[in-house]
């Protein structure tokens, strides 16, 4: 059964360091997104991408944060100056379709720990 | 501000027994429903989805909405302690919108 995968399972890295987390997401999904889940708190969504582009931001993804489809294949999304605050699982899902119910299926997570 | 509001629990039911998961939402505008259960330090994995007022049923698994009441609800039944997770309820906003707005989850805990 086809599954979004995301490297690194695991990122440490210390404070003001770039990072790029990277998604595959399933083959013949169009639409892109990005979550995370601080420990112990909600699912929070941070982007979403279509056609190249963005669809809809929340107030959390600001200037720090951009995404990428750098090829036919990978999603990536950059945090160019970490904080402390930014360490959570990032969840990057797909979805098939714009119209209808719009399931959204997640990859497995990265963790990302900013000392 | 867009709410989706969920029990913590943890709900304990006993093996075989029915476990009843609620949400209610803020959002009047909100299109489709969804349930997700997330293990301890994993991903959420979809369970069902619902867009339309009623029942719907998917194996052990029963989603229901009453769109007037705004609340939703994920019955399981003849629970196993492998259904002991956390259930996430989603939500997608005003039509277009691709953003899910999740609950903070019901931790459920099956008892053997």
């Known amino acids: 059964e086809p599954e979004v995968t995301q490297t690194p399972s695991h990122q440490v890295t210390q404070m003001g360091q770039e990072v790029i987390l990277r998604c595959v997401p399933i083959?013949?999904?169009?639409?892109f997104y990005w979550y995370r889940q601080i420990l112990g708190q909600k699912v929070e969504f941070l982007v979403s991408?279509?056609?190249?582009?963005?669809?809809?931001k929340s107030e959390i993804f600001d200037d720090q944060f951009s995404v990428e489809r750098p090829d036919g294949s990978n999603f990536t999304l950059k945090i160019r100056s970490t904080k402390l605050e930014d360490s959570a699982m990032y969840f990057c899902?797909?979805?098939?379709?714009?119209?209808?119910?719009?399931?959204?299926?997640f990859g497995p997570g990265t963790r990302l720990t900013v000392l | 501000q867009k709410e989706v509001e969920q029990n913590s629990g943890p709900l304990s039911v006993p093996e075989g027994a029915i476990a009843s998961l609620n949400c209610t939402y803020s959002?009047?505008?909100?299109?489709?429903f969804f349930w997700y259960r997330q293990y301890s330090g994993k991903s959420p994995e979809l369970i069902m989805f619902?867009?339309?007022?009623g029942d719907k049923e998917d194996g052990r698994f029963t989603a229901q909405l009453n769109k007037a009441s705004q609340y939703v609800s994920l019955l399981i039944r003849d629970s196993q302690p492998s259904d002991s997770a956390t259930y996430l309820c989603?939500?997608?906003?005003?039509?277009?919108?691709?953003?899910?707005?999740f609950g903070s989850g019901t931790r459920l805990q099956v008892q053997p």
């Open positions: 899902a797909s979805s098939e379709g714009w119209a209808g119910p719009g399931e959204q299926f």
């Open positions: 083959s013949n999904h169009l639409y």
């Open positions: 991408f279509y056609n190249n582009e963005i669809s809809e």
């Open positions: 959002d009047r505008g909100s299109q489709s």
């Open positions: 619902i867009y339309s007022n």
């Open positions: 989603a939500v997608f906003g005003d039509t277009g919108r691709r953003a899910l707005t």
